[in-house]
C-alpha cells in the first residue's frame, strides 16, 4: 500500500515536472516569435513621404490648390526613403519644379526650388511682362515656365549677330496663350504670346524702354548654358 502511494507520488511529481518543461518551452517559443516579429516589423519600418502620382514639368509651381494633383502622400518601406525626401504636402507647396519630376518618384528637396534660391541674386526681385509681337526676335523654341533665357538688345546695322546682351540667364515665371491662359509645361507645341520673367526692380523701366522700341531678341538658353539647379 505504501509503495503504491509512493508510485503515485512520483507519477504525480512527473507529470507536474512535464508540464511545467512545456510551459517553459512555449514561453521560450512565444518569446523567439515575439522577438521575430518585432525584428521583421523593424526591418520593413515604415514612414510617410511625399510620392509623386502625375508627372511634374519643369517650372511648375506646387500649390495647395494643384498639389493634390501632384502629389500623394504614402508608406513605404523606411530603408529606401531618401534622407532629402518632402514629408508632407505643406513642405512642397510654394516650390517650383527645377526640372521634369517622373511619375512614382519620391519627391526631394532638390527636385523642387523655393523662390528664393530663384531670385537670390537679386536685391529686389518683381515679375515683368512682354507680348512675343512686341520683341524683335525670339530664338531657340517655345519658351515654358522654368525656362532661361538671354535677352539681347539688336540694332539695325547688328541684325545678322545677336546684339548686345542686357541680362543673362533670367528665369521665366509664366507663359500665356493668345486668350491669356497659362501653357502647362507638357504643352511642347502651343506658342507663347505673353511671358512673364523675374527682374530686378531697377531694371524694369530700362527693360520696358528697350521693349518699346521693338529692339528686343530673346534667345531660349540651352541646358548647358542655365545656371546650376
Same mark, same amino acid.
Given at each position: 500500500?505504501?509503495? !503504491?502511494?509512493?508510485s503515485q507520488a512520483w507519477k504525480n511529481r512527473i507529470?507536474?515536472?512535464? #508540464?511545467? &518543461?512545456?510551459?517553459?518551452?512555449?514561453?521560450?517559443?512565444?518569446?523567439?516569435?515575439? $522577438?521575430?516579429? @518585432?525584428?521583421?516589423?523593424?526591418?520593413?519600418?515604415?514612414?510617410?513621404?511625399?510620392?509623386? /502620382?502625375? *508627372? #511634374?514639368?519643369?517650372?511648375? @509651381?506646387?500649390? %495647395?490648390?494643384?498639389?493634390?494633383?501632384?502629389?500623394?502622400?504614402?508608406?513605404?518601406?523606411? !530603408?529606401?526613403?531618401?534622407? +532629402?525626401?518632402? @514629408?508632407? /504636402?505643406?513642405? %512642397?507647396?510654394?516650390?517650383? %519644379? *527645377?526640372?521634369?519630376?517622373?511619375?512614382?518618384?519620391?519627391?526631394?528637396?532638390?527636385?523642387?526650388? &523655393?523662390?528664393? =534660391?530663384?531670385?537670390?541674386?537679386?536685391?529686389?526681385?518683381? #515679375?515683368?511682362?512682354?507680348?512675343? =509681337?512686341?520683341?524683335?526676335?525670339?530664338?531657340?523654341?517655345?519658351?515654358?515656365?522654368?525656362?532661361?533665357?538671354?535677352?539681347?538688345?539688336?540694332?539695325?546695322?547688328?541684325? @545678322?549677330?545677336?546684339?548686345?546682351?542686357?541680362?543673362?540667364?533670367?528665369?521665366?515665371?509664366?507663359?500665356?496663350?493668345?486668350?491669356? &491662359?497659362? #501653357?502647362?509645361?507638357?504643352?511642347? +507645341?502651343?506658342?507663347? $504670346?505673353?511671358?512673364?520673367?523675374?527682374?530686378?526692380?531697377?531694371?524694369?523701366?530700362?527693360?520696358?524702354?528697350?521693349? %518699346? $522700341?521693338?529692339?528686343? !531678341?530673346?534667345?531660349? &538658353?540651352?541646358?548647358?548654358?542655365?545656371?546650376?539647379?
Open positions: 500500500m505504501k509503495k !503504491r502511494k509512493m507529470w507536474n515536472g512535464s #508540464i511545467l &518543461a512545456a510551459f517553459v518551452a512555449a514561453m521560450a517559443v512565444f518569446v523567439f516569435l515575439l $522577438q521575430t516579429e @518585432k525584428r521583421v516589423l523593424t526591418e520593413y519600418e515604415k514612414e510617410q513621404v511625399c510620392v509623386v /502620382t502625375a *508627372a #511634374i514639368p519643369r517650372g511648375e @509651381k506646387i500649390s %495647395a490648390e494643384n498639389a493634390e494633383q501632384y502629389i500623394t502622400v504614402m508608406e513605404i518601406d523606411k !530603408r529606401i526613403v531618401p534622407e +532629402t525626401a518632402l @514629408k508632407s /504636402t505643406e513642405a %512642397a507647396s510654394g516650390r517650383i %519644379a *527645377a526640372y521634369g519630376v517622373e511619375q512614382g518618384m519620391v519627391l526631394t528637396t532638390g527636385m523642387l526650388r &523655393a523662390l528664393s =534660391e530663384i531670385t537670390e541674386q537679386m536685391r529686389e526681385p518683381v #515679375i515683368a511682362g512682354f507680348r512675343a =509681337e512686341d520683341l524683335y526676335q525670339v530664338v531657340g523654341g517655345v519658351l515654358r515656365a522654368g525656362d532661361r533665357i538671354h535677352i539681347y538688345c539688336v540694332e539695325q546695322e547688328e541684325e @545678322k549677330q545677336n546684339g548686345k546682351l542686357l541680362w543673362e540667364n533670367v528665369f521665366v515665371q509664366q507663359v500665356f496663350d493668345r486668350n491669356g &491662359a497659362a #501653357i502647362g509645361g507638357d504643352d511642347g +507645341t502651343t506658342p507663347a $504670346q505673353r511671358v512673364n520673367i523675374y527682374m530686378e526692380k531697377e531694371r524694369v523701366a530700362d527693360f520696358y524702354a528697350a521693349l %518699346a $522700341q521693338g529692339s528686343l !531678341r530673346v534667345v531660349k &538658353a540651352e541646358d548647358t548654358d542655365r545656371q546650376e539647379e
